[in-house]
Each structure stands twice: as C-alpha cells, then as structure tokens.
C-alpha cells in the first residue's frame, strides 16, 4: 500500500511533485491530488501532519492510493460523459476529475486530461451527434433579423412589398426556426418566437436577441431594460433574457450563422421564384428550411432534426398547453368619472385611484388595469358600439364624487341654452348604465356654444331630435361642424346654371369698354 502521508510530508518538506512521483513510483497526478485532499482538509504544513499516521491521514483524506506502474488504464464511460455533460454547470475537466478518483480508488491506471478529452471527441463524432463542449442542450437560442429582406406582392396593398426573415437558432444541435414577417415591429418579434416554440416544442431555457428596440428598450450589459410585453412573453414560458452586447456579434455566434445559413439556403434560393402572396412565401420558406433541417450536418451521419430530437429535446422546457396571447401596454390617467379611455372606449376603475397615472394591459379579449404592478381592474375589451364598460362596484359613493359634476347642474345648464338642449342632455344622462359615465358627454355638449354659439346649439339640438330620440355628443358636433343647422329661406330658388358665377371674370370695363374694339 502506498504511503499517502509520507509522499504529502515529502512535497511539504520542499521536494517538488515530479521528484516525489518518480520516488515513490507514483504519477504526478496522484501526487498532487494527495496534497489537495490535505489541503481540504486543513493539512497544509508539516506540523499539521506532524501526530497523524498513514491509516490516519487516508481516513481523513480518502483512499486516494496511486496505482502501480504495472496496472491497467481504464477507458471512461464516455456514454456517461456525454449524458452528465447535458447538465447545467458541468465541464470535462469536472468529469475528468471524476474519473480519475474512481481509478485511484480502484487501483487502475487512467488517461490524463488530454487523452480524456481527445477520446471523447473521437466517441462523439461516432457515435454521437453533437460534442458538448461549448453549449449545452437547450440552454440558450439565439434570435436575429437577416438583414436581407425578400419580395414579394402583396395582395393586401395591391404592389410589391419586401418582408422580414426572422431567425432563431439552438446552438447545441444547430437546429433553425425561421419565418417570414411583414415587418420586425413588437407584434411579429413576439410571433416568430412563439411560432418558434411551437415548431421546437419545447422552450430553451434562455433567449439571447440581439439589441433592438422590439425586444430591448434600453441597451446596458449588466441591467438591460427590456420591452415590457417582451419580458412577460419569457415569463410566461419560463424562460429568461439575455441580450448580447451592443456591437458584439461573438456573443451569439450560431444566431449570426444561422443568419447566414437562412439567406444563402432559403432567400437566395427564392431570389428567382414569383411569389404572388404572402401565403405563397410562407409555404415556400418553409419548404426551403425544412430541406436545411433535414439535410445531413458536414462529416456527420446525422442532420439537424435528428441531432435535435435525439440529444436536445428532452433537455427543453414544456411547452404550454395554449401559447401566449401578445399583449400591449399603455398608460393612462383615471378621469373624474372613474374610468380610463383606450381608443375611445372607457373602462371602470376604483374611485381610490381618482387622478392616479395607471398602467393598461391589453390584448384581443381583454382590459386589464394595474396601479404600481398590482391588478385593479379587470374588463372583457369593448370591440361593438357601446363605449362604456363600468363595475358599479368601483363607483363610489354620491358624497364622494365631484360636487361639480352632477345631474342637476347639467339640467340647470341645459336650461340657460334652451328646451331641446334640456332634451339632449336628459336623454344623455337616463342612457347611462351609471350616471357618471355621462358626465363627460354633456360636459360635451353644453361646451359648443362656447365655440358655436348658444343659438346654434339649441337649433342643432332641435335638429337631431328631429332625427332620433338617441342623440350623441358627436351627432351635435358633426351638425354644427358641417353648418347642417342652418336654415335656408323657402321659396328660394337654386340660381340656373346660365346665372351662376363661372370663375373670375374683369368684364368690358376692365379692357376700356367698346372704345377699344
């Protein structure tokens, strides 16, 4: 048995490892891995190991015993290694490490750092599909925009338009997602990823866009400030963001590659096609990049999808049952009516929140509204005719509104412009499912006589109740704007076509009259 103590005092006492290793016909590597034991364990002068023996200090640090000259090397379990290097955070060297304990517990023989690791390139090129040296499986994708665009017509528009290809690539099997856009804004950044999901069917566990105003507001290597509606689609599949730095295309080599790769094989395939739709370059972009997917990697037996399936999905985050519904953000200011307007609807909110600056969420079926990332209301979006949506539980109570804006000043105010004005602003206020909501309305309406006068107002009034028993604000101001509610006196006929002015005409006075012909 070797004796552990005595090569560890002798390293101490000055000698250096390779004379150690060659006295006590051990390798260096054993020799140093004895002293980091020791050191681990506190060991590290001679008076340290000065009252412990042999038995004692192999207790203490392992039996980490170098094997003799005449043992076996022991070929790693390179199935082993490839599967342990899949997880996050582990390396060659941890694994080489690894392996070199269980030989010296064993009493064989191993290979050295170097060797280790050209065996199992050699191994990986066999019978693997990828060398997972550099990217672990479904660890990160990296995102772009080819820069070249491609064209097509747009049926929509009616003439030739240029569309975007956006590219996602996972670096560890290679595999590419790419898919063309009308445009790079928020809406089609937020697609091509969701899309992308979809077709991987998984979720990598971190994204790395390149810095662009869709997915990054602010560029800042350690506190990126990025888009809001961005950031709640990564939540929502659970992954995170990473963006590379400003000017540095070496932080996402493979999404640069696959930039490329996508031009040469998909867009400058295309370059001679006619397409007539925007359907039509869809289908034919994704025949394009599934011939890429399919094809075999250079020097290996293996392409892009099967290297994907068989070494990265099962590394990939599920997929959620539905995909994530894109939403916008917008700001706006509780009005005294306790609601807030998004394109000229209006939604209730809780009178606690009278002239606070809120946040709103909005997707296609839903309001959500949230004060300092808290929710306050909720409502189903008002897409028909009615502009209203209101909870009576967020109105409050009568002796907490507005002392100024309430029914009987209205009517009193109506009054002084006249009776069909009064008729106006009754009818505004009794259609209101809460009373407030019609506040604004008549506040409105009784505010064109400033601009129009009182006497036109009343006779507009007249004439829309004329015409419906519902009026509006805006049927008002269209009469006045369009000068509806002017009268014109009977029995007066349209002048003949003979009579009416035709442009500017001098006459024979100008010209010096008759004298001059």
């Not at 038995?55 to 090397?73: L, Q, Y």
């Not at 290679?174 to 999901?197: C, M, N, T």
């Not at 009064?422 to 019609?438: F, N, Y």
């Not at 014109?488 to 009416?500: G, I, L, Y």
Request: aromatic share 10%; glycine share 4%; charged share 25%.
């Amino acid at each position: 048995m070797t004796d552990n103590l005595a090569i560890v005092r002798a390293v101490y006492s000055g000698l250096s490892q390779r004379q150690v290793a060659a006295t006590h016909k051990v390798s260096r590597n054993t020799v140093a891995l004895l002293v980091r034991h020791a050191q681990e364990q506190g060991l590290l002068t001679l008076d340290d190991l000065q009252h412990l023996d042999n038995a004692a200090f192999t207790k203490m640090t392992g039996p980490a015993t170098g094997p003799s000259r005449d043992a076996t090397f022991k070929m790693p379990d390179y199935d082993y290694v490839h599967k342990e290097l899949a997880k996050p955070h582990v390396t060659l060297k941890l694994l080489w490490e690894e392996y070199v304990q269980s030989c010296l517990q064993s009493g064989n023989r191993f290979y050295m750092e170097t060797q280790f690791r050209h065996y199992y390139h050699k191994h990986a090129r066999v019978h693997k599909a990828t060398i997972r040296l550099e990217h672990k499986p479904a660890l990160a994708a990296e995102v772009d925009w080819a820069g070249t665009k491609i064209g097509f017509f747009d049926t929509e528009i009616g003439k030739l338009h240029e569309a975007s290809l956006f590219v996602i690539v996972l670096p560890c099997s290679q595999l590419i997602y790419a898919e063309p856009f009308r445009d790079e804004k928020l809406p089609s950044w937020i697609a091509g990823h969701v899309h992308a999901f979809q077709y991987f069917g998984g979720v990598p566990k971190t994204m790395i866009p390149d810095n662009l105003k869709s997915g990054v507001q602010h560029p800042n290597f350690y506190e990126p400030s990025i888009n809001k509606s961005y950031q709640e689609m990564a939540t929502y599949y659970g992954t995170v963001i990473m963006p590379a730095r400003v000017r540095k295309p070496r932080d996402k080599p493979s999404g640069e590659n696959g930039v490329l790769i996508s031009s040469r094989r998909i867009l400058a395939k295309l370059r001679n096609t006619q397409i007539l739709s925007f359907p039509d370059l869809k289908k034919h972009v994704q025949e394009a990049l599934e011939q890429v997917n399919e094809a075999l990697l250079t020097g290996r037996s293996e392409s892009r999808w099967t290297a994907y399936i068989e070494e990265e999905k099962d590394y990939m985050l599920p997929h959620p049952a539905s995909p994530y519904e894109l939403a916008q953000w917008a700001k706006a200011k509780v009005q005294p009516n306790c609601h807030i307007a998004y394109q000229r609807k209006f939604y209730s909110v809780p009178f606690e929140y009278l002239g606070e600056e809120v946040d709103v969420r909005i997707t296609q079926l839903t309001i959500e509204v949230f004060y300092h990332h808290q929710r306050i209301a909720s409502h189903r979006r008002l897409l028909g005719k009615k502009d209203y949506a209101t909870n009576k539980e967020h109105m409050p109570p009568d002796k907490l509104f507005f002392a100024d804006w309430n029914r009987d000043r209205f009517i009193t105010w109506a009054d002084s412009v006249g009776s069909s004005t009064r008729k106006v602003i009754e009818s505004i206020l009794e259609r209101a499912v809460i009373e407030q909501q019609a506040y604004r309305s008549c506040f409105g309406v009784l505010s064109l006589k400033d601009k129009y006068t009182v006497l036109r107002l009343e006779h507009a009034c007249s004439v829309i109740l004329s015409h419906t028993s519902t009026p509006t604000y805006q049927q008002i101001k269209n009469i006045l704007e369009k000068a509806l509610d002017a009268s014109k006196p009977k029995n007066q006929e349209a002048p003949s076509k003979s009579q009416q002015p035709r442009g500017f005409q001098r006459g024979a006075d100008y010209f010096g009259g008759d004298s001059n012909a």
